[in-house]
């Protein structure tokens, strides 16, 4: 269940809440997009993981 995941075009999520004190919706999809291509998350749960840390950051 945990195997390779082949994934050709990052993940975006689109659900994200805009605070207008902090960083816009392209801000955070850079500062993601960075995360992604640095982690290459290759399983489902290296990219649940990659979410996380992209969302906490």
């Known amino acids: 269940m945990n195997g390779?995941?082949?994934c050709r075009q990052p993940q975006i999520v689109t659900a994200v809440?805009?605070?207008?004190?902090?960083?816009?919706?392209?801000?955070?999809?850079?500062?993601?997009?960075a995360i992604f291509q640095d982690i290459a998350p290759r399983s489902a749960i290296e990219w649940l993981l990659a979410i996380d840390i992209a969302e906490l950051t």
């Open 4 to 6: 390779p995941f082949d």
């Open 17 to 33: 809440p805009i605070d207008p004190h902090s960083e816009s919706l392209d801000q955070y999809r850079a500062l993601q997009a």
